[in-house]
């Protein structure tokens, strides 16, 4: 079975700061997804960025980027220039490529405040 | 825009009693999964089903069942509600092709 580790449960940034965010994963799968997901205080999850394990190059969108260390099974989310809209709970979460089911599996979370 | 609804935002039930809760997805996604969100567990698979009348088990069916009668609805049932199944509700749909998953607005649910 797959396990997601985020071992910050809670971070805080200054307005227009860096924060890395920490996971970690264990599989013994060679083919997979890795995701982060944002839940803002509204609940509604939405996906910020998503990884292919094939590919060597680190996935990017916008502020958001990834450190996706294969062999270190560990997947890091940078968020640059942080804004007070960043200020959400963040999810790390694996998926195995098949044909149905395409499960998540998450981590337990980490919280960001963002302070102006 | 890719839509899931979920029948409530708060629900509040008393012990023992029968709870249905529901989700709506538009964008014919063949996948459609439950989830479970407590604090410092993140979010927990309950059921998920792939097709019309298909459902397999997650990490945490026990007190739970699913009933999937058209493609776009996926029910979570409570049989008899107790204290220890107050959460967070999650639904989400995804393509079977492509992992990314589609949340709803989740249904905080309380058992008294």
């Known amino acids: 079975a797959q396990t997601v580790t985020q071992s910050q449960p809670e971070m805080s940034v200054q307005e227009a700061e860096t924060v890395t965010l920490s996971c970690t994963y264990d599989?013994?799968?060679?083919?997979?997804?890795l995701f982060w997901y944002k839940q803002p205080p509204s609940r509604q999850m939405i996906l910020v960025i998503r990884q292919e394990a094939y590919k060597q190059q680190n996935a990017t969108e916008n502020r958001f980027s990834v450190n996706f260390q294969k062999a270190a099974k560990s997947f890091s989310l940078k968020i640059s220039d942080s804004q007070l809209g960043d200020t959400a709970m963040y999810f790390c979460?694996?998926?195995?490529?098949?044909?149905?089911?395409?499960?998540?599996?998450f981590g337990g979370g980490t919280r960001v405040l963002v302070k102006p | 825009d890719v839509k899931v609804t979920q029948s409530s935002r708060y629900l509040v039930k008393r012990t023992g009693e029968k709870v249905f809760l529901e989700c709506v997805q538009d964008m014919d996604h063949e996948n459609m999964f439950w989830y479970r969100q407590d604090p410092g567990l993140g979010l927990r698979l309950i059921y998920f089903s792939y097709d019309v009348k298909m459902k397999e088990k997650g990490d945490i069916p026990e007190g739970y069942s699913v009933s999937r009668e058209k493609k776009e609805r996926f029910s979570l049932i409570l049989e008899s509600a107790s204290t220890n199944q107050t959460s967070m509700y999650l639904c989400?749909?995804?393509?079977?092709?492509?992992?990314?998953?589609?949340f709803g607005p989740g249904t905080r649910l309380t058992v008294l």
């Open positions: 989400a749909s995804s393509w079977v092709a492509y992992n990314e998953q589609f």
């Open positions: 979460a694996f998926s195995m490529i098949k044909a149905a089911g395409n499960k998540l599996t």
């Open positions: 599989t013994s799968e060679n083919n997979y997804y």
